[in-house]
């Protein structure tokens, strides 16, 4: 028999903070987007360094090499001063915090549910975790539950990418999630960067992501997205 996860507490109002647009620590890099609300919950702690993030997402249903080079690429940002966003969610998200969190750095978690309601319930203990070395946030009231439909999800995907100066995707499928979050980031103008083994990848399930990049016979990738074969290539892109 699987043994029952314990519950967290559920939050009071007193665990939980605002940060108001215009407030000194409300994310700068989504001032001046449009449909940014005026805000966020959070819990954790927030920092002016938080400036310097990069979002690294992809999708749910990932596999073991996705989630550890996840895990990687967000512990060698962290460790170079980086903050890693994520979505707390299963797969690729979960990898991510995972390592900025293993290798002492900052990590922060935008939910696209209320504080009160971890999802997915299995990421209960890393929601915990983040709280200690970075912070979780939703625009979300903390007893938010979700939409019909999961829309709420796909605003959330706005704040996470619109709060992050890149975005570097590692697995994702073209009709999904982390989809929808590529197009809100270029809508944006964020930088995305697609790890190569996406862009190489054989599977039809993600042609896409080569037509992203559209690269010329000279090797260059002048396209909407760029290659991501190593850290330095996310790293000599972002604003320390």
Same mark, same amino acid.
């Given at each position: 028999?699987?043994?029952?996860?314990?519950?967290?507490?559920?939050?009071?109002?007193?665990?939980?903070?605002? $940060?108001?647009?215009?407030?000194?620590?409300?994310?700068?890099?989504?001032?001046?987007?449009?449909? +940014?609300?005026? #805000?966020?919950?959070?819990?954790?702690?927030?920092?002016?360094?938080?400036?310097?993030?990069?979002? +690294?997402?992809?999708?749910?249903?990932?596999?073991?090499?996705?989630?550890?080079?996840?895990? #990687?690429?967000?512990?060698?940002?962290?460790?170079?001063? $980086?903050?890693?966003?994520?979505?707390?969610?299963?797969?690729?998200?979960?990898?991510?915090?995972?390592?900025?969190?293993?290798?002492?750095?900052?990590?922060?978690?935008?939910?696209?549910?209320?504080?009160?309601?971890?999802?997915?319930?299995?990421?209960?203990?890393? &929601?915990?975790?983040?709280?200690?070395?970075?912070?979780?946030?939703?625009?979300?009231?903390?007893? &938010?539950?979700?939409?019909?439909?999961?829309?709420?999800?796909?605003?959330?995907?706005?704040?996470?990418?619109?709060?992050?100066?890149?975005?570097?995707?590692?697995?994702?499928?073209?009709?999904?999630?982390?989809?929808?979050?590529?197009?809100?980031?270029?809508?944006?103008? #964020?930088?995305?960067?697609?790890?190569?083994?996406?862009?190489?990848?054989?599977?039809?399930?993600?042609?896409?992501?080569?037509?992203?990049?559209?690269?010329?016979?000279?090797?260059?990738?002048?396209?909407?997205?760029? $290659?991501?074969?190593?850290?330095?290539?996310?790293? #000599?892109? $972002?604003?320390?």
């Amino acid at each position: 028999m699987v043994k029952q996860q314990k519950q967290r507490p559920q939050l009071s109002w007193e665990d939980i903070r605002e $940060v108001h647009y215009g407030d000194p620590l409300f994310p700068r890099h989504l001032m001046g987007l449009p449909h +940014v609300p005026i #805000r966020l919950y959070y819990m954790g702690e927030l920092r002016f360094s938080d400036a310097c993030s990069v979002a +690294v997402i992809g999708s749910r249903r990932s596999s073991e090499e996705g989630r550890r080079r996840a895990y #990687r690429l967000s512990a060698e940002l962290a460790s170079a001063g $980086v903050t890693v966003v994520s979505g707390l969610a299963e797969g690729i998200d979960g990898a991510a915090h995972r390592g900025a969190l293993a290798a002492g750095g900052r990590t922060l978690a935008v939910m696209g549910t209320g504080l009160n309601h971890v999802f997915p319930q299995e990421h209960e203990g890393l &929601f915990s975790q983040i709280i200690e070395q970075g912070a979780v946030l939703s625009q979300f009231a903390p007893q &938010f539950t979700g939409y019909r439909g999961g829309r709420n999800f796909l605003q959330r995907n706005q704040i996470l990418v619109g709060m992050s100066q890149l975005v570097v995707v590692v697995e994702a499928e073209e009709r999904s999630g982390t989809a929808a979050a590529i197009r809100a980031a270029l809508e944006q103008g #964020r930088p995305v960067g697609l790890l190569r083994s996406l862009v190489e990848s054989e599977d039809p399930a993600c042609g896409w992501a080569a037509q992203l990049v559209a690269p010329f016979p000279s090797g260059g990738y002048p396209g909407q997205a760029f $290659v991501v074969a190593e850290t330095e290539d996310v790293m #000599r892109r $972002v604003e320390l």
